[in-house]
T-cell receptor, first 114, second 113 residues
Framework: DSGVTQTPKHLITATGQRVTLRCSPR?????VYWYQQSLDQGLQFLIH???????AKGNILERFSAQQFPDLHSELNLSSLELGDSALYFC?????????????FGPGTRLTVT | QKEVEQDPGPLSVPEGAIVSLNCTYS??????FMWYRQYSRKGPELLMY????GNKEDGRFTAQVDKSSKYISLFIRDSQPSDSATYLC?????????????FGTGTRLTVIP
């Protein structure tokens, strides 16, 4: 158990809908990262938050957004969902910027868009 | 061209064999090199990391980084059936750059009892 929790475990929704994925980092970790894992693309970085502020963006679509709250948990919002958004979404946390190479991953949320 | 290339396998070995997993990369700015293990339907689990070039050993696992060749390896000695998983290499540019990890596509390993 990495100490990172993600909810829900599974999500099935229809095209055009909006969903919210939630992540709680390990105790003491200030950085939260979101990754998308699909069969054809592997693990792709979406966005990084550090202590409540957006730090870096990767291949994140404009339909997707995220935030990190004062208690350091993070939410990833996916809207206008398309079939191609079906994937595993992982969040990871690390102590901070200096410890960024030690990222601990949650169990993931499996999103299925029908 | 992807920044990190990894042979997807699959790789199948008998129990007790030495396993060699490899990745190549193109970005010379990468400073940290990580290996993750991912069991089916689970999140990636950090095995070990190396900073810059050199070797690092942790039990049955040895990581090697050759920055001059842009090539990293993970060796697993005395492989066990419980080592059956997908192994992902990952890299990052360090504290001053973006902190996200760049992953290889993963190599699926099966250790046969």
């Amino acid at each position: 158990d990495s100490g990172v929790t993600q909810t829900p475990k599974h999500l099935i929704t229809a095209t055009g809908q909006r969903v919210t994925l939630r992540c709680s980092p390990r105790s003491g970790d200030l950085s939260v990262y979101w990754y998308q894992q699909s069969l054809d693309q592997g693990l792709q970085f979406l966005i990084h938050y550090y202590n409540g502020e957006e730090r870096a963006k990767g291949n994140i679509l404009e339909r997707f957004s995220a935030q990190q709250f004062p208690d350091l948990h993070s939410e990833l919002n996916l809207s206008s969902l398309e079939l191609g958004d079906s994937a595993l979404y992982f969040c990871a946390s690390s102590l901070g910027l200096a410890g960024h190479h030690e990222q601990y991953f949650g169990p993931g949320t499996r999103l299925t868009v029908t | 061209q992807k920044e990190v290339e990894q042979d997807p396998g699959p790789l199948s070995v008998p129990e007790g064999a030495i396993v060699s997993l490899n990745c190549t990369y193109s970005n010379s700015a990468f400073q940290y090199f990580m290996w993750y293990r991912q069991y089916s339907r689970k999140g990636p689990e950090l095995l070990m990391y190396t900073y810059s070039s050199g070797n690092k050993e942790d039990g049955r696992f040895t990581a090697q980084v050759d920055k001059s060749s842009k090539y990293i390896s993970l060796f697993i000695r005395d492989s066990q059936p419980s080592d059956s998983a997908t192994y992902l290499c990952a890299m990052s540019r360090g504290v001053t750059g973006a902190n996200n990890l760049f992953f290889g596509t993963g190599t699926r390993l099966t250790v046969i009892p």
